[in-house]
């Protein structure tokens, strides 16, 4: 499950994120967004936001702690936390990686992708799906999940 917290007036996704998982010295190391998704319920509406981080050791994620401390947070490549995901949240993760290859923000409305937003060159080059949203992978030649 990938953590979740509201966005609070004023702020972006990408600071609210810094305050749903905290305890990195530097913060998350946090790319970009690649995904929206609105989806409308009987009194309001929900806004879904993916964001990719820069790579995330197994020693780097000792530091994390989620902001509901019943929690247990876990490390996983991201190939195995897709596969762990609900039906939905799969789907809007693979887009997610899909969105990041070709450089661009998937806009989905009740998980259905409407249009695609190009995202300006950060300078980094090609940069790969190296974590996906707030799941976090472990060294690339580790099998094993770290357990928090």
Known sequence: MLPVGPVGDGETPEQAAQHVLAGV??????LRRVVVDEVQMRRRKIITHILVTGPITCEDTAFLSYRDPRAVLR???????????????????LIGLQA????????????????????????RGGAGPESLALTFQSEPDQEEACTL
Do not use: W
């Open 25 to 30: 010295p530097s913060g998350l190391p946090i």
């Open 75 to 93: 490390a996983l490549p991201t190939v195995r936390a897709i596969a762990e995901l609900p039906e939905d949240a799969r789907a809007r993760a």
């Open 100 to 123: 990041l290859a070709i450089g661009a923000v998937a806009h989905l409305e009740a998980g259905t992708v409407q249009r695609l937003e190009p995202v300006a060159s950060s300078g």
